[in-house]
């Protein structure tokens, strides 16, 4: 079958059903093939409703939960996103054209690679992917308006949160005994708040394992 009419029953069956979703998100999916975001052992699951692993703990999220995240951070065009564990740049891809600037995190070199020839592939010109640490962020490019971090986590290293500017927003999965709650934090002066969005399955990120972490 033609992989962008896999990409729209993708989007019918699994994104537009969430309900309330943005027309202009309904429109970065469509613009976006999720296949040139897989790599060639996978391709055949692009599709699917699961969360691709690609190795160690590196996947990308399935495309619900990619959607529902999106669909809360509300982005607006001329804002600078800040994506961390962006694996093959999936979810940077569909941000980038709802976003002005997108900067993408990877631990993975050959991941970020991957990353870079599918969104020349797609045309997309407005995604900058660094090889960094992922609990470290991106202090030199910081403020940023919102930031995602894509996996389940025990907690938000203060570090990161303290990127944001002032009103600024993340959206993390924090893991509960196996159970991810999705969390939005806003930057509020010298504070920050919290509340609960909703609860999912993601995978977890052991780079933000306690130990290696400074919490907040």
Same mark, same amino acid.
């Given at each position: ?11 019918? +069956?699994?994104?537009?059903?969430? +309900?309330?979703? =943005?027309?202009?998100? @309904?429109? #970065? &999916? ?14 055949? %699951? ?13 996947? *990308?999220?399935? *495309?619900?939960?990619? !959607?529902? @995240?999106?669909? #809360? ?14 694996? $093959?740049?999936?979810?940077? #891809? ?6 002005? $600037? ?6 993975? =070199? ?7 020839? !599918?969104?020349?592939?797609? +045309?997309?010109?407005?995604? *900058? &992917? ?10 030199? =490019?910081?403020? &940023? ?17 303290? =990127? ?6 993340? @959206? #993390? ?5 196996? @159970?991810?709650? *999705?969390?939005? %934090?806003?930057? /509020?002066?010298? $504070?920050? $708040? ?11 990120? /052991? ?10």
């Amino acid at each position: 079958m033609d992989s962008s009419l896999l990409n729209k029953n993708m989007i019918e +069956g699994q994104i537009k059903p969430i +309900g309330g979703m =943005q027309k202009n998100i @309904i429109n #970065a &999916f469509s613009s976006i093939n999720r296949e040139d975001f897989v790599p060639e052992e996978l391709k055949n %699951y692009s599709y699917s409703e699961k969360h691709l692993f690609l190795k160690r703990d590196r996947f *990308v999220l399935r *495309v619900n939960l990619i !959607a529902k @995240i999106i669909s #809360a951070l509300n982005i607006s065009n001329e804002e600078n996103i800040l994506i961390i564990g962006s694996s $093959t740049g999936y979810s940077s #891809a569909v941000i980038s054209k709802l976003a002005e $600037t997108v900067i993408s995190i990877e631990e993975d =070199q050959e991941l970020i690679d991957f990353s870079e020839e !599918a969104v020349k592939k797609n +045309g997309i010109d407005n995604i *900058v &992917f660094i090889n960094n640490s992922m609990i470290e962020g991106c202090s030199e =490019q910081e403020p &940023f308006n919102a930031i995602i971090i894509e996996g389940a986590i025990d907690e938000v290293p203060k570090k990161i949160l303290n =990127q944001l500017e002032l009103n600024g927003r993340l @959206i #993390a999965m924090i893991n509960i005994n196996g @159970i991810s709650n *999705v969390i939005e %934090y806003r930057k /509020k002066n010298n $504070t920050f $708040t919290n509340r609960f969005l909703f609860s999912c399955s993601a995978p977890k990120l /052991k780079s933000f394992d306690k130990k290696k972490s400074f919490s907040f």
